[in-house]
């Protein structure tokens, strides 16, 4: 089983509903991360969390919302979704302290938005 | 603000030939510097990773990468592409001065040709 599970791995839906993408994790990181990618564009951070009560916008956290139920759990919500909300979004987790460590990446989610 | 530049958008190089994609980064802060890949349909997956100390490292899949503080540069090698190196690669930056959030660059479309 992967480390970093995201459902669903794929979602068609239509403009103005509201949508939750889940994260789940093994690795027993305290923080998690949701990151959207488009083409030319890289992976841009949309909320971070370093732990259960600490919850942080990103850069482009606008139209977008998240919550931590657990230390394994972290959902991404689009509360009225819009087209340009079309994307790959990734969820990732990293250990606490340190920079050095690496961010591990769940598969990611397609989201289109019709 | 901190910011990651991957110049080149695609790179296509023949088989057995060899490899260089470039990062360069503008950090006010001592940057700790990863490499990325991305296969299709997958997530991404850490080839290499610099924190300090000898400024060349090695990375899986016979991948290397040299920092260059005087050009803040952290370029991506390989001496001989094969054909399952074709994926996107991208460069990432994290601080602990910028709350330890990795910052991607646009990430390099790598194409081999047989």
């Known amino acids: 089983d992967a480390d970093v599970t995201q459902t669903p791995r794929n979602r068609i839906t239509k403009t103005g509903k509201r949508i939750m993408l889940e994260c789940s994790q093994t690795k027993g990181h305290d923080r998690m991360y949701w990151y959207r990618q488009d083409p030319g564009l890289g992976l841009r951070l949309i909320y971070y969390s370093f732990d259960v009560k600490d919850i942080n916008k990103g850069e482009i956290s606008d139209g977008y919302s998240v919550s931590r139920q657990a230390q394994a759990k972290f959902s991404l919500s689009l509360e009225s979704a819009i087209p340009n909300q079309t994307a790959l979004y990734f969820c990732a987790t990293s250990d606490s302290g340190s920079p050095k460590t690496e961010a591990f990446f769940g598969q990611g989610t397609r989201l289109t938005v019709v | ?114």
């Open chain 2, 1 to 114: 603000a901190q910011s990651v530049t991957q110049p080149d958008i695609h790179i296509t190089v023949s088989e057995g030939a060899s490899l260089e994609l470039r990062c360069n980064y503008s950090y006010g802060a001592t940057p700790y510097l990863f490499w990325y890949v991305q296969s299709p349909g997958q997530g991404l997956q850490l080839l290499l990773k610099y924190f300090s100390g000898d400024t060349l490292v090695q990375g899986i899949k016979g991948f290397e990468a040299e920092f260059k503080r005087s050009q803040s540069s952290f370029n991506l090698r390989k001496p001989s592409v094969h054909w399952s190196d074709a994926a996107e690669y991208f460069c990432a930056v994290g601080a602990r001065e910028y709350g330890n959030k990795l910052v991607f660059g646009a990430g390099t479309i790598l194409r081999v040709k047989s």
